[in-house]
């Protein structure tokens, strides 16, 4: 017999080298179909939900046998288009509940049941699949294991009527009004599901042209060129980039060069027309520890990350990030710690000093501003500009970034194998040792989260692909002496 893993001081419970699920159990998950909650109404004084809930047990036979032989035990209604029907009906409680050949379906009131039912014999063509706000722009519905679907002016008229009936109830949705433009937003959707390598998810906000949701219109930013994504190194093990400003026309560069002026004194305007006006675009990147000795330890210096910016005006960038990157040294009381040049890939880098033993980099080439807490995050990064691989054709994330689309703004780009590694980079030994069997086991495994934005549409797509070997962490753990075995 296979032995087991046994969590240390837990007498009884015990962990299996190779994790198994019965397979009777996922049998009769498979065979489970479907179940749809759908709420229609909402009553304003009592604030009672009034809705229908449809549910396909498939072929999971002992789930249908037990709602079938409850239902004796309750009074029995006038069928519905033949089908069999009980009412359940108390003070607190009421609800209707018909048995078709293959559904059971269950409403707040008659009406409600027999509108499904109607639908299912095609007797009543008014159903969501056919509802136009609900067939254009909301979240995939086809693939997904949990989906949810908002009608976002249906959900208005109700939330009008129950407002009317709460002391401030109109106050507080005039002010969600005023903020969040309600009466332009067309639906709200989810959709979680799995695919053939892993797990995703999707979520939508669909709004009428003309829109004025402030919450939304002053987060909003505009597509990503991937011009930055082309200056991270290969081997990062993450990154988030975003779009802060559109690029400029080759006219309108022109003149943000010929009106460049030497930065005397910094304030807090140029920081935010720095942000608001000159940067493009802004990566920032974790990158691989450096292999030592062929080991893997931990307690290592300082993470190799580092940001990378495509800017308008690179002399008013480069001034202002030499006055930021100063305040750190006059923060801990020691002004008189000047920065340095240093010379890295043969350009002259700046170091300026952030605590004792502690530096950060700042260069500059073209209209790209990069500033990195190693000398390595500046070398490998300023070699990915001159043309080395990027994180673009990494064979390892590559296929990550092809699900960028044209109206990707966010990114967020995630290696988990090499993140594990990142934080055993920085822990003990026993934390490197850790890391490394999690990196192991999570060597195909990648996060992926964009944000889509146009005018009237907001999305935000994620997908967790190459899901980690959990039997290897306990394996591993357990090889260890981590987990003890018996």
Known sequence: MEKQCRYPGEAGLVLPRKLVVSSALLSQVKQFKSLAVAVTDINPETEEPSGVIVLHPGDVSNLRGLIETCAQFIAADEPINGFPVIRIKDDEFQAVIAFTSRLVVAGSDRGLVKGVINRLQNKDKNSLAENEVFKTNTADSKSAMLYAFVDAQNALKIAYRVAQQEPNGMQDLMAAQAFLDLAHMNSISLALGTSADGLQGEFVLDMKPGQTNMAYNLLRTPPMSGRVLKMVPASSAAVLALGVNPESTEAGAQDVITKAQTVQAVTGMDIGREIFANIREVAVFAMTPAAKDGEKKGGGPAVDAGLVMSVGDPDKSEALWQYLLSLPAKAIGQPDMEPETAKIAGLDVQTFPIQPGQKVYLARTDHTILVGLTPRVISEALATINGNPNILSDKSMGEAFSRLGERTSVALI???????????????????????????????TMLTVCFDESETNFRIRGKLSGLPRIDRIISGLSEKGMLGVH
């Open 414 to 444: 995630g290696h988990l194998g090499r993140l594990a590694m990142v934080a055993g980079s920085q822990g003990s030994a026993e934390d490197a040792m850790i890391s490394g069997i999690v990196a192991d086991a999570a060597e195909k």
